[in-house]
């Protein structure tokens, strides 16, 4: 296991119901790929969705059922990756709450998905606390697995960065003992003179120039070291590469490739616009968003030769099809050779191909709902054991434990 292979990733998404091609173009290819390769975490965002959606909230459950069927019928393997509800996992509101204590109201101000989201859901108040939280409650997510890459959409890069904000600050506030500095001190002193003089000069060079070798060096003089105790052996060993204890590590953010599957329109597929085509879309509705999509305008009657460029039709054969079949495209619809209903056929038959194996494992899962709760419940649980893992850490750094 190399380095990042060793990092856990973890990801959420807020319920909003059915999937479509969008996203299994974007978002879940990418993580079908990436739980072969790390410790995944994915999980349903209820939360998150209750953060706009407070006062309806009669949508998210079903809608958490029909992602959660979505993201197994496209392959997310339960036997792989640990696949979770975030509100069945409490620990995150604790790690939410804990770290509130001690994050600047004016970090959360400036994240520019507050103001944007207020702006463009105007006629819904988000003047509220939890919306304000939403950030911090996402670097609860994250942190509480200590995840070290988390993929996400270019718009989510801010709430990774304000992620590690918060763990840097929580490492700085609660990762340091009380004058561990004089201490460290002190405890090179007990080394000798020379000792203590060749300790500073190391990690000097280390801090000062990166020099790994100065930090090895001076690493395996702590560890050589006699007559000194346990306690000031890690004190030393900790003051070299900084004064602070790593309780929670900073995440990367591990940004998704942008998604080329357009939607029916041309635009970006999304429920918004109104131009999807849903993963367990029933194939005779494929057939008939296809047949009805838009074209080269310049086509108005079947001799009018057309260019592929302008058409969002050839954006679904530069997904659908093989070469053989795009020189066709070029050529016939050039040459007003190929009418469109001809042409967008291989399309139709490319997207019914891809659909045809999900829509039957999401059907699997619609007709057993009992083994799609106990995969929930499962995965519910080893989540949980990980972040109370992590609880544990947090709160005794912060002195919350009672005994
Ligand atoms: N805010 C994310 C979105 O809207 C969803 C999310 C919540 C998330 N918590 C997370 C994503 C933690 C990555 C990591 O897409
Ligand atoms: Fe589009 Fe094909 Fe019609 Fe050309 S022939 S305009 S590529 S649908």
Known sequence: MNLSSSQRVLSGMRPTGALHLGHLHGVLKNWVKLQYEHRCFFFVADWHALTTLYDDTSKISPSVWEMLI?????????????????????????????????????????????K?????????????????GYPLLQSADILIYKAGLVPVGEDQVAHVEITREVARRFNYIYGREKNF???????????????????????????????DEALETARALVESQQNINLGDKKRLLGYLDGDTKIILPEPDSLLTPMSKMPGIDG?????????????????????????????????????????????????????????????WVQNGCKSADIGCIECKQPVIEGVLAELKPIQERAQQYIEDPDALRSIMNEGCENARAVARETLDEVRQAMGLVYR
């Open 70 to 114: 979505d993201w197994l019928a496209v392959g997310i393997n339960p036997s792989e990756s640990t696949l979770f509800i975030q509100s069945k996992v409490p620990e995150h509101a604790e790690l939410h709450l804990l770290l509130s204590m001690s994050t600047p109201l004016s970090w959360l101000e400036r994240i520019p998905t507050y």
């Open 267 to 327: 635009q970006k597929m999304s429920k918004s616009y109104n131009n999807t085509i849903a993963l367990r879309e029933p194939p005779s509705s494929v057939e008939q968003k296809i047949r009805t999509m838009p074209t080269d305008p310049a086509r108005v009657r079947r001799t009018d030769p057309g260019d592929p460029k302008k058409c969002p039709v050839w954006d679904f054969h530069k997904i659908y099809s093989d070469d053989d079949t795009r020189t």
């Open 181 to 211: 500095e004089k201490k460290a001190l002190d405890a090179a002193k007990k080394m000798g003179k020379k000792n203590k003089k060749l300790y500073q000069e190391l990690r000097k060079r280390y801090q000062e120039q990166g020099d």
């Open 116 to 132: 944007d989201q207020q702006q463009k859901l105007k006629d819904k108040d988000l003047s509220t606390y939890g919306f304000l």
